[in-house]
């Protein structure tokens, strides 16, 4: 190395040779300190040490390593960096960094003279002049170069030193880089590895979820969760219970239909067994929970209508589930109801009944007839103790019609009246009662049992609740008119009975008509026989006309003498049979052709006239103008009572008693 040769030209003696101070080592003490790290080789050497050192194997020694370590083209040269450290640059340095570059080309100098002063001299003679000076320079220069060589030989032997340094620490970056290369190595099969299980478990996610999509709808509608069971076993009967319960039941549907069909498998198996313990369960806690209620409808002074509507409409479900799962139960269920209602309405309208039978009813009856003696009337013992009223006017009995709404009177409140009233008055009340609570049970058992049960059922049902209370309220309306012959006050029974009808058909409660017909049927006949007696006391009095005794006392005769002041002023029957015509053309405003009104009045109208034809005859032949007068006041009279009246029945009255008037020369 050349290290060796400057170690050579040392003295024999090895002692080192003088030194002087020269322009290398200027205001120098002492050495500068080079860490091994900090080298101008290892510098230089790791732009490239990812690249070679990895691959290559371990170097034994510095020289080998920069034998085999080529630095880059961009890389400065170890001894140009050297002489950078050291300080100026010699001549002689450049010749030897020449030589151990193998540079032979001649470099061209910096600056040209321009004009060359050869002091008189010949150009070969100029030249060896020149060749000498440079000889002695070169001399001078080696002898320098070896100096200052031998100066910095320390701080060469530092630098190899470093070198060395560098090396332990290249071939240790070598080691790690080579342990770390083999790590990767590692984490790279591992990283596949992981990729590979992630791609099959992706693989396997994928076919699960396609399972599952298949899969899930069919297991979600036969499984059961565990809180519904809890629900149906310990919970109380609510909201929440009714959910539970329909779950259930779309549960059982569908085990049912795939039951049914070839799509039963060993799942449908396994749970249709614990569905079935489920839906007993159910049904064994819908029995009770009816039962409890059922029971509190016997209960005294219980509103029925508060337990159908907070138990029975709002857990209806509860009966259709029952009625699907176990008919025969539910037919029991029902079968229960029907008894228990059908008792707690008997019971009730016949506490209603013995009220309204309290209240003091006007009696009417023969003696209150048109051609009945006055007489007789005021001694009957049975209107003794009754105050007056009219029989035959319909005053402000009419109101009853004429309310828009109407109400049925409590229990207490029909106790505690003690005025007399009407027959239309307890007739009304007991029949708002009657209508008002059968379409509240109709409507109950429509919403309540359907669509568990059909019309029909629903209908026998109703029927077989209200039949009792039917059969009551037909006892009572014949009670109340078996023995009156109060013509008005069963016209008005009539027509109340029709608004009734006419109610239900707007309430659509067609279950009742029965009893509304048979009202009818109890009401009509009654009113005729009622008209008839009218009819047969003026058919009397007619006969009386030509006894003198009871003629006089009905004002019925006239005696020859007072023919002449016979007073032509219409007759006391006359009024009766106006006031009597007017309440019930009132009351037939709308009545229809096929009523028996008009057949019932047109007799007591021909009887009427009957009379007072004959009572004319008694003003004699002399005095016809008279009982023409007579007959046309009296018919006058008639007509202005029932003036005011309307509808088709008060039409053709009207015009016929108009058609008599003329007929007399009245106007």
């Keep these: 190395m050349w290290l060796d040769r400057l170690s050579g030209q040392s003295n024999p003696s090895d002692s080192p040779a003088p030194r002087r101070l020269n322009h290398l080592t200027p205001n120098t003490t002492t050495r500068p300190a080079y860490g091994p790290r900090t080298s101008s080789l290892g510098l ?3 732009a490239n040490l990812s690249t070679t050192s990895l691959n290559s194997p371990r170097l ?7 034998q ?3 630095p880059p083209a961009d890389v400065a040269d170890p001894l140009i960096v050297l002489q950078d450290i050291l300080g100026k640059r010699s001549e002689s340095v450049n010749i030897t960094l020449n030589d151990h570059n193998g540079s032979t080309n001649a470099q061209k100098p910096p600056h040209l003279a321009d004009d060359v002063d050869f002091d008189g001299l010949s150009l070969q003679a100029f030249a060896d002049t020149s060749n000498h000076d440079e000889r002695t320079e070169s001399v001078q220069a080696s002898t320098q170069t070896a100096e200052e060589f031998e100066n910095g030989k320390e701080k060469f032997e530092d630098l190899h030193k470093s070198i060395l340094a560098c090396d332990d620490v290249l071939r240790s970056v070598q080691t790690s880089l080579t342990s770390f290369q083999q790590d990767l190595g590692a984490v790279s099969a591992e990283i596949e590895t992981l990729q590979s299980r992630s791609t099959a478990m992706n693989t396997r996610l994928e076919n699960r979820r396609v399972v599952e999509k298949l899969l899930g709808p069919a297991v979600e509608e036969i499984s059961v969760s565990p809180a519904v069971v809890t629900t149906i076993v310990e919970s109380q009967i609510d909201s929440s219970w009714i959910k539970a319960l329909d779950d259930i039941d779309k549960r059982s549907r569908v085990i049912d239909s795939r039951t049914e069909g070839s799509q039963k498998t060993s799942a449908i198996s396994d749970v249709q067994p614990l569905l079935d313990d489920l839906t007993n369960k159910a049904v064994e806690r819908i029995r009770d929970f009816f039962v409890s209620h059922i029971k509190a409808l016997r209960s005294p002074n219980i509103n029925a209508q508060v337990i159908q509507q907070q138990y029975f409409i709002r857990f209806k479900n509860l009966y259709s589930f029952l009625a699907r799962h176990h008919s025969v139960l539910a037919e029991e269920i029902g079968q229960a109801y029907i008894n228990t209602m059908r008792w707690y309405y008997l019971s009730n309208f016949s506490r209603y009944k013995h009220s309204l039978e309290r209240i003091p009813i006007f009696a009417v009856d023969k003696n209150d007839a048109i051609g009945a003696d006055p007489n007789v009337q005021r001694a009957s013992a049975s209107k003794a103790s009754q105050p007056s009223h009219d029989a035959l006017s319909i005053g402000r009995r009419m109101d009853v019609l004429r309310r828009p709404t109407l109400s ?8 505690d009246n003690k005025q007399t009233q009407y027959l239309e008055t307890p007739f009304l009340h007991f029949n708002l009662a009657l209508i008002d609570n059968a379409t509240a ?3 109950f058992l429509a919403h309540f049992f359907s669509p568990a049960v059909g019309f029909q ?3 026998r049902h109703f029927s077989a609740i209200f039949s009792p209370v039917f059969a009551l309220g037909h006892a009572f309306t014949k009670s109340l008119v078996d023995d009156s012959d109060d013509c008005l006050g069963i016209l008005l029974c009539v027509r109340l009975n029709q608004r009734f009808a006419f109610e239900l058909q707007r309430r659509k409660i067609p279950v009742a008509d029965g009893y509304i017909n048979g009202t009818n049927m109890l009401l009509w006949p009654r009113f005729q026989l009622a008209m008839d007696v009218h009819a047969e006391s003026v058919k009397r009095a007619t006969s009386l006309a030509s006894s003198r005794g009871a003629a006089s006392a009905l004002g019925l005769s006239i005696s020859s003498d007072a023919a002449a002041k016979q007073s032509t002023a219409p007759h006391m029957l006359t009024q ?17 052709d096929d009523e028996p009104v008009g057949n019932s009045l047109n007799r007591l109208r021909g009887e009427v006239e009957t009379l007072l034809a004959k009572i004319g005859k008694g003003f004699g032949s002399a005095a016809e103008r008279k009982r023409d007068r007579f007959l046309a006041n009296n018919y006058s009279l008639i007509l202005a009572i029932v003036g005011d009246t309307r509808g088709k029945l008060a039409a053709e009255v009207r015009d016929h008693l108009e058609g008599l008037r003329d007929s007399v020369g009245g106007s």
């Excluded at 034994?60 to 920069?66: G, K």
Aim: proline share 5%.
């Design 408 to 415: 049925a009177l409590p229990s207490h409140t029909v106790e």
């Design 576 to 592: 009766r049979f106006g006031q009597l015509l007017q309440g019930i053309l009132t009351l037939s405003e709308d009545a229809g």
């Design 68 to 70: 085999q370590l080529s």
């Design 60 to 66: 034994p020694n510095a020289s080998s390593l920069r």
């Design 44 to 46: 230089g050497s790791r």
């Design 441 to 443: 049970e109709y409507s």
């Design 457 to 459: 059922t629903i209908s």
